[in-house]
C-alpha cells in the first residue's frame, strides 16, 4: 500500500478522503446512477425510501468506480506494466473496463469453477482471463504470484484506499440527489463501499446515519467488531455471493469502526424478500447482495419503529445467475413473513382434507404436499399465505390445534424448507387401487375447497401435491383410491369440477418413484 503506487499521496484522515473522493476521475468510465423512489415499498413501511441503482452502470455493478479510481492514478511505469485481479464476480468486470478503457493490459484470475456467463462478460470487456484453481483463495494466489513474476500491479477488490475513494464517489452523489437524507443503509462484503460511503458522507453531513448490512451466515465486519479487530470467519454462505468475504479489510474495517453508526444482519430470506421488493418498485432483479442493504433497511425500521423518515440505499449490482431467482421466488414471502409453511397431522380418512382446509378458512394454501402412509394418520406439509404476518400464523395454529391436530411451524426450519419440502412422497407402504390425475383450476380463493368438496370428501385421497407459482392457473398432482366400480361416478364429478384434468395413471414417472 505504498504511496509510489498513486501519483497523490494515499488517504488516510477523513479529511484526506474527502479530497481524494472530489477528485475522484471515476466518471471517465462511470455513470452518474439515479437514486430512485420506491413507493410501493414507502408506503408500505412508513417511511420514504429511496434507491441507489448502482445496477446502471456500464458493469451493473458499483465495483467499476473503485477499479477505476485505483487503476487511473497509477504511475506511467505501472499503467504499461499492467494489472492483474482475482475475482470471480464484479470486481473483475470492473477491472476489465478500466484497463480497455486506458489502454492498459488486465489480467483476470479466476476460478475454473467460474459460470461461462462471467468469464465471457470479463473478457467482452476486454479482460484477459486465467482459469486457476477450484476457489478464490487459490486464484488470489495465482494473481500475486503472477504480480511478482511479471510487474503487473495488483489491484484488490477493497482493502485500498484508492478503492475505497472510488466508491465514496456514491455517497457523493447520493447527497447531491438528497441532502435531507436521515439514514442510508450499505451492505458490507470487504468494506470497501461502506468505509467509503461512511467517510464520506461523516465529512459532509455527520447528522446521517450510515447503517452497515450483512448476511448473517456472512458477517465478517460483526466478527471484526465483537474481536475489536479483523478475524477470519470458518466459512461463508455463498448466496449473496457477491459479499461473501471471510476476513474484512484492514483499512476498511478502520474506517467502518471510526465512521458506521450502527450494523445490522439479515437472513437469506429475508435477502430474497428485498429483491421481490425491488423489482416490484423499479422492474430491476438485483443479484442477493445488491439487494442486501434493502433488507436491512426494513429490518432496521422494524426493529427501531422508524417512521416518516427518509432512507436511502444502494442496489450494489444486478450480475445474478438467472437460475438463483428459483430459490429467490420461493423463499421471498417466506422473508416477508408473508407465508407460513406447517407439519401437520391428520386422519386418514376421506373427507380430512376438506375438513383441514375448512379450518384453515378462506387463508389462500401456497403448498400442499402429501403421500399415503398408514391407515390411520397421514402427516402433510402445507404451506398458507399470511396477511398478518407472525400473529397470523400463531392464530392459525391456535385454530388447528384447537380442531384436534398436531402442528409444527416449520417456518424457520432450514432444513425443512431447503430439502424437506421437496422430498415429501416416496412409495406407499402397502399396495394401493390408485389412480393419478393432474388438475389446472383458476388461482381465486376457494378454488381449491372446491377441488377437495367435489373430489376429496367422496374417495381417499392417497397423494396430493400443489404448489402456487404465482400464475392464473394452480396445478395439482393427486391420487386416488378407486375400485373399477368407482371409475363411472368418479367421472361424473370430474365433469361437475369443471376443472381441466389429465389421467396420469400410466405416467412412467409415477410408476418408477410413487406408485
Known amino acids: 500500500m505504498g504511496d509510489d503506487l498513486s501519483k497523490h499521496k494515499l488517504p488516510k484522515t477523513g479529511a484526506e478522503y474527502l479530497r481524494h473522493i472530489l477528485r475522484a476521475p471515476v466518471y471517465e468510465v462511470a455513470s452518474i446512477t439515479e437514486l430512485q423512489d420506491m413507493p410501493r415499498l414507502s408506503e408500505r413501511i412508513g417511511n420514504q425510501v429511496q434507491l441507489k441503482r448502482e445496477d446502471r452502470q456500464p458493469v451493473h455493478s458499483f465495483k467499476l468506480r473503485g477499479a477505476y479510481n485505483m487503476v487511473a492514478s497509477l504511475t506511467e511505469e505501472q499503467k504499461r506494466a499492467g494489472v492483474i485481479a482475482a475475482s470471480a464476480g464484479n470486481h473483475a468486470q470492473g477491472i476489465a473496463l478500466s484497463g480497455k478503457h486506458l489502454g492498459i493490459k488486465a489480467i483476470i484470475v479466476m476460478p475454473k469453477t467460474t459460470p461461462d456467463i462471467k468469464v465471457d462478460a470479463v473478457r467482452s470487456f476486454g479482460g484477459e482471463v486465467v482459469l486457476h484453481g477450484s476457489n478464490f483463495d487459490e486464484a488470489k494466489a495465482e494473481a500475486e504470484r503472477l504480480s511478482k513474476e511479471h510487474g503487473y500491479t495488483f489491484v484488490p477488490p477493497f482493502d485500498h484506499p484508492l478503492v475505497i475513494a472510488g466508491q465514496g464517489t456514491i455517497g457523493m452523489e447520493m447527497l447531491q440527489q438528497n441532502g435531507h437524507l436521515d439514514y442510508i443503509f450499505v451492505q458490507v462484503g470487504g468494506g470497501g463501499l461502506a468505509a467509503g460511503v461512511a467517510v464520506l458522507v461523516k465529512q459532509l453531513m455527520p447528522d446521517i446515519k450510515v447503517i452497515a448490512v450483512e448476511p448473517e451466515d456472512s458477517c465478517c465486519l460483526k466478527a471484526a467488531l465483537d474481536a ?74 422494524e426493529q427501531h419503529d422508524l417512521k416518516n423518515q427518509k432512507l436511502g ?203
Not at 278 to 295: K, N, Q, V
Not at 327 to 342: A, D, I, M, N, Q
Request: net charge negative; aromatic share 12%.
Open 228 to 301: 475489536g479487530e479483523p478475524v477470519v470467519l470458518d466459512q461463508v454462505s455463498m448466496f449473496a455471493d457477491g459479499v461473501a468475504v471471510k476476513r474484512i479489510g484492514d483499512e476498511t474495517f478502520r474506517l467502518c469502526n471510526e465512521y458506521l453508526d450502527g450494523h445490522i444482519t439479515v437472513s437469506s430470506d429475508e435477502i430474497c424478500a428485498a429483491v421481490k421488493d425491488i423489482f416490484e418498485d423499479t422492474r430491476a432483479i438485483a443479484e442477493p447482495s445488491g439487494a442486501l442493504a434493502l433488507a436491512g433497511l426494513k429490518k432496521y425500521a
Open 313 to 515: 440505499t444502494i442496489l450494489s449490482g444486478a450480475n445474478t445467475n438467472f437460475h438463483g431467482l428459483r430459490y429467490v421466488s420461493e423463499r421471498c414471502e417466506l422473508g416477508e413473513k408473508r407465508e407460513g409453511l406447517l407439519a401437520v397431522t391428520i386422519p386418514e380418512e376421506p373427507g380430512a382434507f376438506f375438513k383441514f382446509c375448512q379450518v384453515i378458512g378462506g387463508r389462500a394454501v401456497t403448498e400442499f404436499n402429501y403421500r399415503y402412509n398408514d391407515d390411520s394418520l397421514a402427516n402433510i406439509f402445507v404451506g398458507v399465505r399470511l396477511q398478518g404476518g407472525q400473529e397470523e400464523l400463531d392464530s392459525i395454529i391456535s385454530d388447528l390445534r384447537s380442531a384436534g391436530y398436531p402442528v409444527i411451524d416449520l417456518s424457520d426450519d432450514e432444513m425443512a424448507k431447503q430439502h424437506i419440502r421437496y422430498m415429501i412422497g416416496g412409495k406407499p407402504s402397502k399396495p394401493l387401487k390408485e389412480r393419478l390425475y393432474s388438475f389446472e383450476f383458476p388461482e381465486y380463493p376457494g378454488a381449491l375447497l372446491k377441488f377437495l368438496s367435489t373430489l376429496g370428501t367422496h374417495w381417499n385421497i392417497s397423494l396430493f401435491n400443489y404448489r402456487n407459482h404465482g400464475m392464473d392457473y394452480g396445478r395439482v398432482l393427486c391420487g386416488f383410491e378407486l375400485d373399477e366400480s368407482d371409475l363411472t361416478r368418479f367421472s361424473e364429478h370430474l365433469f361437475e369440477l369443471d376443472y381441466p384434468y389429465k389421467d396420469e395413471t400410466d405416467n412412467p414417472a409415477y410408476k418408477f418413484f410413487l406408485s
